[in-house]
């Protein structure tokens, strides 16, 4: 099992920067799937979440109208579009897949967000 996320890096405020998490070794098509983030000293928070077939999102108050989780289940993949990026939006950004039925749960590796003010 593997989720690899991409697409982080260095942005100024209110720039754009869209995330990847490419899913390989269980059936994706059957996992909710959620983007969290965690800064420096800081608990690790849930910034996205959408439905397995796609039709169903969430979003933390504080990324509310500026992010949007997607996901393609022919290609194994969730994305996070984030727009009009704040110095607060700066952290290590992870996938998390959780199965529908049951406890399996993967995490990514993370990919670092940073926010330029």
């Known amino acids: 099992v593997q989720l690899v996320e991409s697409g982080g890096g260095l942005v100024r405020t209110g720039g754009s920067l869209r995330l990847s998490c490419v899913a390989s070794?269980?059936?994706?098509?059957?996992?909710?799937m959620r983007w969290f983030r965690q800064a420096p000293a800081k608990v690790r928070e849930l910034v996205a979440h959408?439905?397995?077939?796609?039709?169903?999102?969430n979003y933390a108050d504080s990324v509310k109208g500026r992010f949007t989780i997607s996901r393609d289940n022919a290609k194994n993949t969730v994305y996070l579009q984030m727009n009009s990026l704040k110095p607060e939006d700066t952290a290590m950004y992870y996938c998390?897949?959780?199965?529908?039925?049951?406890?399996?749960?993967?995490w990514g590796q993370g990919t670092q967000v940073t926010v330029s003010s």
């Open positions: 998390n897949a959780q199965r529908l039925w049951g406890n399996n749960n993967y």
């Open positions: 070794g269980f059936t994706f098509s059957t996992y909710f």
């Open positions: 959408i439905s397995n077939t796609g039709e169903n999102t």
